[in-house]
Protein backbone atom coordinates (compact mmCIF):
# COMPACT_ATOMS: atom_id res chain seq x y z
CA UNK A 1 0.00 0.00 0.00
CA UNK A 2 1.34 3.39 -0.91
CA UNK A 3 1.74 6.21 1.09
CA UNK A 4 1.57 9.60 -0.03
CA UNK A 5 4.24 12.62 1.47
CA UNK A 6 3.07 15.44 2.54
CA UNK A 7 3.20 19.01 0.47
CA UNK A 8 6.74 20.82 1.33
CA UNK A 9 7.81 17.63 2.61
CA UNK A 10 11.79 17.98 4.10
CA UNK A 11 13.16 16.74 1.24
CA UNK A 12 11.64 19.08 -1.13
CA UNK A 13 13.26 21.68 0.97
CA UNK A 14 16.80 19.86 0.64
CA UNK A 15 16.55 19.56 -3.32
CA UNK A 16 15.60 23.30 -3.73
CA UNK A 17 18.39 24.63 -0.99
CA UNK A 18 20.98 22.25 -3.23
CA UNK A 19 20.36 24.09 -6.26
CA UNK A 20 20.16 27.83 -5.05
CA UNK A 21 23.53 27.27 -3.50
CA UNK A 22 24.69 25.67 -6.39
CA UNK A 23 28.02 26.99 -8.23
CA UNK A 24 27.54 27.93 -11.83
CA UNK A 25 29.91 24.40 -12.42
CA UNK A 26 27.47 22.19 -10.92
CA UNK A 27 24.60 23.52 -12.87
CA UNK A 28 23.41 26.50 -10.80
CA UNK A 29 22.15 29.91 -11.27
CA UNK A 30 23.88 31.86 -8.30
CA UNK A 31 24.60 34.67 -10.18
CA UNK A 32 21.15 35.52 -11.22
CA UNK A 33 19.73 34.24 -7.84
CA UNK A 34 21.46 37.19 -6.37
CA UNK A 35 20.43 39.56 -9.09
CA UNK A 36 17.30 38.76 -8.17
CA UNK A 37 17.59 39.12 -4.34
CA UNK A 38 19.40 42.32 -4.79
CA UNK A 39 16.13 43.57 -7.65
CA UNK A 40 13.84 42.72 -4.88
CA UNK A 41 15.60 44.47 -2.11
CA UNK A 42 15.80 47.63 -3.64
CA UNK A 43 12.05 47.72 -4.83
CA UNK A 44 10.30 47.03 -1.40
CA UNK A 45 13.05 49.53 0.18
CA UNK A 46 12.24 52.10 -2.61
CA UNK A 47 8.60 51.21 -1.79
CA UNK A 48 8.74 51.16 1.82
CA UNK A 49 10.65 54.72 1.73
CA UNK A 50 8.27 56.52 -0.39
CA UNK A 51 5.04 55.46 1.82
CA UNK A 52 6.90 56.49 4.65
CA UNK A 53 8.16 59.86 3.40
CA UNK A 54 4.50 60.27 1.45
CA UNK A 55 2.60 59.57 5.02
CA UNK A 56 5.05 61.55 6.91
CA UNK A 57 4.33 64.74 4.53
CA UNK A 58 1.02 64.34 4.58
CA UNK A 59 0.45 64.00 8.48
CA UNK A 60 3.06 67.14 8.63
CA UNK A 61 1.10 69.09 6.16
CA UNK A 62 -2.09 68.46 7.72
CA UNK A 63 -0.86 68.97 11.47
CA UNK A 64 0.45 72.28 10.95
CA UNK A 65 -2.35 73.91 9.08
CA UNK A 66 -4.35 72.40 11.96
CA UNK A 67 -2.52 73.41 14.85
CA UNK A 68 -2.25 77.11 13.26
CA UNK A 69 -5.18 77.79 11.44
CA UNK A 70 -9.21 77.61 12.68
CA UNK A 71 -10.79 74.02 12.12
CA UNK A 72 -13.66 76.04 11.03
CA UNK A 73 -14.36 80.30 10.23
CA UNK A 74 -17.47 81.43 11.21
CA UNK A 75 -17.96 84.87 9.35
CA UNK A 76 -20.93 87.60 8.21
CA UNK A 77 -22.80 87.48 5.02
CA UNK A 78 -23.07 91.09 6.19
CA UNK A 79 -25.85 93.36 6.92
CA UNK A 80 -26.44 96.79 5.15
CA UNK A 81 -27.08 99.71 7.90
CA UNK A 82 -28.94 102.71 7.94
CA UNK A 83 -26.49 104.91 5.82
CA UNK A 84 -26.50 101.92 2.91
CA UNK A 85 -23.64 100.91 3.53
CA UNK A 86 -22.54 96.87 3.96
CA UNK A 87 -21.46 95.73 7.77
CA UNK A 88 -19.44 92.60 7.98
CA UNK A 89 -18.61 91.29 11.20
CA UNK A 90 -20.53 90.37 14.34
CA UNK A 91 -21.12 93.18 16.61
CA UNK A 92 -22.63 90.31 19.63
CA UNK A 93 -19.24 88.53 18.93
CA UNK A 94 -18.98 87.42 22.67
CA UNK A 95 -22.43 86.01 22.82
CA UNK A 96 -21.98 84.14 19.76
CA UNK A 97 -18.26 82.35 20.58
CA UNK A 98 -20.42 81.17 24.07
CA UNK A 99 -23.16 79.65 21.66
CA UNK A 100 -20.31 78.02 19.14
CA UNK A 101 -18.70 76.68 22.24
CA UNK A 102 -21.46 74.99 23.44
CA UNK A 103 -21.82 73.09 20.16
CA UNK A 104 -20.96 69.45 20.87
CA UNK A 105 -17.50 68.27 20.09
CA UNK A 106 -16.25 72.54 19.85
CA UNK A 107 -13.21 72.45 22.11
CA UNK A 108 -12.85 75.94 21.23
CA UNK A 109 -14.12 79.90 19.90
CA UNK A 110 -12.26 82.83 19.49
CA UNK A 111 -13.50 86.30 17.88
CA UNK A 112 -10.75 87.67 15.79
CA UNK A 113 -9.98 90.63 13.64
CA UNK A 114 -7.96 90.51 10.81
CA UNK A 115 -6.29 92.87 8.12
CA UNK A 116 -3.27 93.32 5.95
CA UNK A 117 -0.60 95.89 6.47
CA UNK A 118 2.97 96.61 5.79
CA UNK A 119 5.43 95.71 8.30
CA UNK A 120 8.49 97.86 8.46
CA UNK A 121 11.75 97.05 11.24
CA UNK A 122 15.84 97.85 10.72
CA UNK A 123 15.24 99.25 7.24
CA UNK A 124 13.32 95.97 5.40
CA UNK A 125 9.84 96.18 4.75
CA UNK A 126 7.11 93.07 3.80
CA UNK A 127 3.46 92.55 3.78
CA UNK A 128 1.87 90.75 7.06
CA UNK A 129 -1.09 89.19 7.95
CA UNK A 130 -2.38 90.75 11.26
CA UNK A 131 -4.68 89.11 13.81
CA UNK A 132 -6.95 90.61 16.91
CA UNK A 133 -7.18 88.01 19.37
CA UNK A 134 -7.20 87.89 22.83
CA UNK A 135 -4.52 87.11 24.86
CA UNK A 136 -6.46 83.84 26.46
CA UNK A 137 -7.15 82.65 23.36
CA UNK A 138 -3.88 82.70 21.49
CA UNK A 139 -2.24 80.58 24.17
CA UNK A 140 -4.93 77.65 23.20
CA UNK A 141 -3.87 77.73 19.41
CA UNK A 142 -1.31 74.70 19.37
CA UNK A 143 1.26 75.53 17.00
CA UNK A 144 1.53 79.02 18.05
CA UNK A 145 0.68 79.10 21.79
CA UNK A 146 1.65 77.90 25.16
CA UNK A 147 4.07 74.74 24.17
CA UNK A 148 4.67 75.65 20.94
CA UNK A 149 8.29 76.41 19.73
CA UNK A 150 9.08 80.26 20.56
CA UNK A 151 10.69 82.49 22.19
CA UNK A 152 9.65 86.00 25.18
CA UNK A 153 6.50 85.10 26.92
CA UNK A 154 2.56 85.76 26.22
CA UNK A 155 2.27 86.73 29.70
CA UNK A 156 2.96 90.72 28.07
CA UNK A 157 1.07 89.91 24.92
CA UNK A 158 -1.28 92.78 25.71
CA UNK A 159 1.59 94.97 26.03
CA UNK A 160 3.22 94.03 22.54
CA UNK A 161 3.10 91.99 19.32
CA UNK A 162 3.60 88.37 18.18
CA UNK A 163 5.40 87.49 15.75
CA UNK A 164 6.50 84.28 13.53
CA UNK A 165 9.80 83.17 13.33
CA UNK A 166 9.92 84.06 9.72
CA UNK A 167 9.12 87.96 10.05
CA UNK A 168 11.76 88.17 12.86
CA UNK A 169 14.27 86.19 11.16
CA UNK A 170 13.84 88.78 7.41
CA UNK A 171 13.73 91.37 9.89
CA UNK A 172 16.60 91.01 11.84
CA UNK A 173 14.56 91.64 14.97
CA UNK A 174 13.78 89.64 18.00
CA UNK A 175 12.20 90.21 21.59
CA UNK A 176 12.27 93.25 22.78
CA UNK A 177 12.95 95.07 19.54
CA UNK A 178 9.93 97.22 17.94
CA UNK A 179 8.04 96.81 14.75
CA UNK A 180 5.40 99.25 12.87
CA UNK A 181 2.42 98.73 11.00
CA UNK A 182 1.03 100.62 8.53
CA UNK A 183 -2.48 100.83 7.29
CA UNK A 184 -3.49 102.39 4.48
CA UNK A 185 -6.97 102.59 5.46
CA UNK A 186 -6.39 104.52 8.76
CA UNK A 187 -7.78 107.62 10.52
CA UNK A 188 -10.55 109.14 8.37
CA UNK A 189 -10.48 113.03 8.75
CA UNK A 190 -12.16 115.74 7.11
CA UNK A 191 -9.65 115.98 4.03
CA UNK A 192 -10.05 112.11 3.84
CA UNK A 193 -8.00 108.88 5.09
CA UNK A 194 -4.77 108.79 5.70
CA UNK A 195 -2.73 105.99 6.42
CA UNK A 196 -2.15 104.60 10.21
CA UNK A 197 1.29 103.76 11.81
CA UNK A 198 1.56 102.07 14.73
CA UNK A 199 4.68 100.94 16.49
CA UNK A 200 4.68 98.34 18.85
CA UNK A 201 7.16 95.66 21.32
CA UNK A 202 7.88 92.06 19.93
CA UNK A 203 6.85 90.21 22.92
CA UNK A 204 6.80 87.00 21.53
CA UNK A 205 8.46 85.00 18.14
CA UNK A 206 6.70 81.32 17.55
CA UNK A 207 7.58 78.75 15.33
CA UNK A 208 4.50 77.08 13.93
CA UNK A 209 6.21 74.98 11.52
CA UNK A 210 4.78 75.90 8.15
CA UNK A 211 6.74 78.58 6.05
CA UNK A 212 3.83 80.65 4.76
CA UNK A 213 2.49 81.32 8.59
CA UNK A 214 5.68 81.91 9.72
CA UNK A 215 6.61 84.48 7.38
CA UNK A 216 3.39 86.51 6.99
CA UNK A 217 1.55 85.90 10.39
CA UNK A 218 1.59 88.23 13.34
CA UNK A 219 -1.24 88.37 16.41
CA UNK A 220 -2.17 92.17 17.92
CA UNK A 221 -3.91 92.20 21.06
CA UNK A 222 -8.02 92.03 20.29
CA UNK A 223 -8.68 95.72 21.26
CA UNK A 224 -5.49 97.10 19.67
CA UNK A 225 -6.38 95.44 16.24
CA UNK A 226 -10.13 96.64 16.50
CA UNK A 227 -8.47 100.47 17.46
CA UNK A 228 -6.02 99.85 14.81
CA UNK A 229 -8.48 98.24 11.82
CA UNK A 230 -11.77 100.76 12.70
CA UNK A 231 -13.38 97.66 13.94
CA UNK A 232 -14.54 99.23 17.55
CA UNK A 233 -16.77 96.74 19.00
CA UNK A 234 -17.29 94.31 15.92
CA UNK A 235 -15.14 90.95 15.55
CA UNK A 236 -14.24 90.06 11.67
CA UNK A 237 -14.52 86.59 12.17
CA UNK A 238 -15.17 83.34 14.70
CA UNK A 239 -12.43 80.71 14.79
CA UNK A 240 -13.64 77.63 15.86
CA UNK A 241 -11.38 74.24 16.30
CA UNK A 242 -13.26 70.80 16.92
CA UNK A 243 -12.49 67.85 18.83
CA UNK A 244 -11.98 65.56 15.09
CA UNK A 245 -11.09 68.08 12.82
CA UNK A 246 -10.53 65.18 10.17
CA UNK A 247 -14.72 64.51 10.40
CA UNK A 248 -15.25 67.96 10.17
CA UNK A 249 -18.26 67.46 7.80
CA UNK A 250 -20.17 66.19 10.69
CA UNK A 251 -19.52 69.47 12.68
CA UNK A 252 -20.59 72.17 10.03
CA UNK A 253 -24.20 71.85 10.10
CA UNK A 254 -24.37 72.46 14.18
CA UNK A 255 -22.22 75.70 13.80
CA UNK A 256 -24.15 77.00 11.33
CA UNK A 257 -27.02 76.67 13.63
CA UNK A 258 -25.74 77.69 16.01
CA UNK A 259 -24.01 81.39 14.29
CA UNK A 260 -27.36 82.40 13.06
CA UNK A 261 -29.32 82.96 10.21
CA UNK A 262 -26.61 85.32 8.35
CA UNK A 263 -23.30 83.40 9.46
CA UNK A 264 -21.23 81.64 6.68
CA UNK A 265 -18.42 78.59 7.32
CA UNK A 266 -15.08 78.13 5.73
CA UNK A 267 -13.66 74.77 6.91
CA UNK A 268 -9.82 73.52 6.77
CA UNK A 269 -10.88 71.00 3.99
CA UNK A 270 -12.22 73.72 2.07
CA UNK A 271 -8.85 75.87 2.10
CA UNK A 272 -6.37 72.76 1.81
CA UNK A 273 -9.08 70.21 0.39
CA UNK A 274 -7.69 70.51 -3.52
CA UNK A 275 -3.86 70.28 -2.28
CA UNK A 276 -4.83 67.04 -0.02
CA UNK A 277 -6.84 65.77 -3.41
CA UNK A 278 -3.97 66.32 -5.18
CA UNK A 279 -1.56 64.57 -2.37
CA UNK A 280 -4.17 61.42 -2.46
CA UNK A 281 -3.95 61.48 -6.69
CA UNK A 282 0.03 61.42 -6.15
CA UNK A 283 0.26 58.75 -3.61
CA UNK A 284 -1.47 56.73 -6.10
CA UNK A 285 0.37 57.15 -9.20
CA UNK A 286 3.24 57.00 -6.99
CA UNK A 287 2.20 53.46 -5.68
CA UNK A 288 1.26 51.95 -8.71
CA UNK A 289 4.44 53.16 -10.25
CA UNK A 290 6.46 51.68 -7.34
CA UNK A 291 4.66 48.30 -7.78
CA UNK A 292 6.12 48.11 -11.23
CA UNK A 293 9.43 48.72 -10.12
CA UNK A 294 8.55 45.39 -7.46
CA UNK A 295 7.12 43.61 -10.89
CA UNK A 296 10.10 44.21 -12.53
CA UNK A 297 12.34 43.08 -9.61
CA UNK A 298 10.27 39.86 -9.78
CA UNK A 299 10.76 38.66 -13.23
CA UNK A 300 14.34 38.49 -12.52
CA UNK A 301 13.01 35.34 -10.45
CA UNK A 302 11.68 33.88 -13.59
CA UNK A 303 14.40 34.01 -15.46
CA UNK A 304 17.01 32.59 -13.14
CA UNK A 305 14.40 30.12 -13.05
CA UNK A 306 13.53 29.38 -16.42
CA UNK A 307 17.99 29.16 -16.33
CA UNK A 308 17.57 26.31 -13.45
CA UNK A 309 14.95 24.25 -14.74
CA UNK A 310 16.97 23.90 -18.09
CA UNK A 311 20.65 23.16 -16.10
CA UNK A 312 18.89 20.76 -14.18
CA UNK A 313 16.81 19.13 -16.67
CA UNK A 314 18.90 15.62 -16.41
CA UNK A 315 18.29 16.17 -12.37
CA UNK A 316 14.45 16.62 -13.00
CA UNK A 317 14.15 13.23 -15.62
CA UNK A 318 16.42 11.29 -12.72
CA UNK A 319 14.02 12.33 -9.79
CA UNK A 320 10.56 11.68 -11.92
CA UNK A 321 12.46 8.52 -12.84
CA UNK A 322 12.67 7.52 -8.58
CA UNK A 323 9.26 8.32 -8.36
CA UNK A 324 9.25 12.25 -7.29
CA UNK A 325 5.73 13.49 -8.59
CA UNK A 326 4.68 16.33 -10.70
CA UNK A 327 3.79 17.97 -7.67
CA UNK A 328 6.77 17.80 -5.75
CA UNK A 329 8.92 18.95 -8.73
CA UNK A 330 6.81 22.11 -8.36
CA UNK A 331 7.46 22.82 -5.31
CA UNK A 332 10.57 22.34 -5.11
CA UNK A 333 11.45 24.97 -8.35
CA UNK A 334 8.81 26.82 -6.16
CA UNK A 335 10.36 26.85 -3.27
CA UNK A 336 13.55 28.38 -5.25
CA UNK A 337 11.86 31.17 -6.24
CA UNK A 338 9.58 31.89 -3.72
CA UNK A 339 12.66 32.13 -1.04
CA UNK A 340 14.37 34.62 -3.03
CA UNK A 341 11.23 36.71 -2.95
CA UNK A 342 10.97 36.18 0.95
CA UNK A 343 14.59 37.02 1.96
CA UNK A 344 14.50 40.04 -0.47
CA UNK A 345 11.39 41.41 0.79
CA UNK A 346 12.79 40.73 4.25
CA UNK A 347 15.86 42.68 3.19
CA UNK A 348 13.79 45.71 1.75
CA UNK A 349 11.78 46.14 4.99
CA UNK A 350 14.67 46.10 6.73
CA UNK A 351 15.86 48.77 4.83
CA UNK A 352 13.02 50.94 4.31
CA UNK A 353 12.13 51.17 8.29
CA UNK A 354 15.54 51.77 8.93
CA UNK A 355 15.63 54.68 5.95
CA UNK A 356 12.12 56.28 8.04
CA UNK A 357 13.72 56.48 11.14
CA UNK A 358 16.99 57.62 10.48
CA UNK A 359 15.85 59.67 7.62
CA UNK A 360 16.93 63.11 9.26
CA UNK A 361 20.72 62.21 9.68
CA UNK A 362 20.65 60.71 5.66
CA UNK A 363 18.77 63.60 4.37
CA UNK A 364 21.60 66.02 6.46
CA UNK A 365 24.21 63.82 4.93
CA UNK A 366 22.37 64.50 1.31
CA UNK A 367 21.81 68.17 1.67
CA UNK A 368 25.85 68.66 3.09
CA UNK A 369 26.82 66.22 -0.07
CA UNK A 370 24.66 68.75 -2.37
CA UNK A 371 26.16 71.71 -1.06
CA UNK A 372 22.79 72.78 0.72
CA UNK A 373 19.04 74.02 -0.53
CA UNK A 374 18.02 70.31 -1.64
CA UNK A 375 14.81 71.06 0.78
CA UNK A 376 13.11 74.73 0.20
CA UNK A 377 10.64 75.65 2.54
CA UNK A 378 9.42 78.59 0.66
CA UNK A 379 7.72 75.76 -2.02
CA UNK A 380 6.59 72.65 0.28
CA UNK A 381 5.32 74.87 3.21
CA UNK A 382 7.01 72.71 5.68
CA UNK A 383 11.05 72.91 6.85
CA UNK A 384 12.06 69.34 6.95
CA UNK A 385 11.54 65.63 4.93
CA UNK A 386 9.44 64.23 7.47
CA UNK A 387 9.04 60.50 7.05
CA UNK A 388 6.14 58.04 9.25
CA UNK A 389 6.70 54.54 9.43
CA UNK A 390 2.52 53.12 9.01
CA UNK A 391 2.09 49.49 10.01
CA UNK A 392 -0.41 49.34 7.06
CA UNK A 393 2.21 50.76 4.49
CA UNK A 394 4.78 48.03 5.42
CA UNK A 395 2.05 45.25 5.27
CA UNK A 396 1.18 46.66 1.98
CA UNK A 397 4.80 46.45 0.40
CA UNK A 398 5.26 42.81 2.19
CA UNK A 399 1.84 41.32 0.55
CA UNK A 400 2.83 42.80 -2.80
CA UNK A 401 6.09 41.90 -3.00
CA UNK A 402 5.55 38.11 -1.76
CA UNK A 403 2.40 37.87 -4.37
CA UNK A 404 3.98 39.47 -6.73
CA UNK A 405 6.93 36.75 -6.36
CA UNK A 406 5.06 33.80 -5.79
CA UNK A 407 2.77 34.53 -8.63
CA UNK A 408 5.84 34.69 -11.23
CA UNK A 409 7.33 31.55 -9.59
CA UNK A 410 4.56 29.39 -10.67
CA UNK A 411 5.01 29.63 -14.23
CA UNK A 412 8.85 28.08 -14.55
CA UNK A 413 8.14 25.73 -11.62
CA UNK A 414 4.83 24.30 -13.80
CA UNK A 415 7.51 23.68 -17.05
CA UNK A 416 9.86 22.00 -14.89
CA UNK A 417 6.96 19.58 -13.32
CA UNK A 418 5.79 18.90 -16.78
CA UNK A 419 8.85 18.21 -18.04
CA UNK A 420 9.13 14.55 -19.72
CA UNK A 421 11.13 12.22 -18.09
CA UNK A 422 12.21 10.54 -21.49
CA UNK A 423 12.83 13.90 -23.33
CA UNK A 424 14.52 14.80 -20.42
CA UNK A 425 17.56 11.61 -20.32
CA UNK A 426 17.05 11.38 -24.02
CA UNK A 427 20.73 12.77 -24.84
CA UNK A 428 22.45 11.44 -21.13
Given at each position: M?TR??PF?P?????????L??????G???????????G?????F?LI?TL?V??G???E?V??????N??V??YSA????A???L???FAD?D??AE????V?G???A??L?????????????????V????A???R?I?R??DG??H?????RF??????????A?????G?G?R?R?I??D???T??????R??A?E?VYVF????????RTR??L???????Y?????R??E???MV??P????R??LP??Q???P?A??????D?A?S??R?L????NI??V?L????L?A?M?I???L?M??K??????????T???TE?S?L?V?FI??A?????GT?CG??L?C??????D?I?S????V???GV??P??R?I??????L????????????L?????????P??????????EAL???
Amino acid sequence: MSTRTPPFAPYEWMIAWRYLRARRSEGGVSVMTWISLIGITLAVFALIATLAVRAGFRAEFVDTILGANAHVTVYSAGQVDAEGRLQRGFADYDALAEKLRAVPGVTRAAPLVKGQVMATAGGVNMGVEVFGIRAADIRTIPRVGDGATHEGDLARFDAGIAIGSGIAREMGIGVGDRIRLISPDGVKTAFGTSPRVNAYEVVYVFTAGRYDIDRTRVYLPLSEAQAYFNREGRADEIEVMVAEPEAIDRYELPILQAGGPDAMLWTWQDSAGSFLRALTIEDNIMFVILSILVLIASMNIVSGLIMLVKNKGRDIGILRTMGLTEGSVLRVFFICGASTGILGTLCGVILGCLFAIYIDPIFSFVNYVAGGGVWDPSVRGIYELPAKLQIGDVLSAVSLSLGLSFIVTIFPARRAARMNPAEALRYE
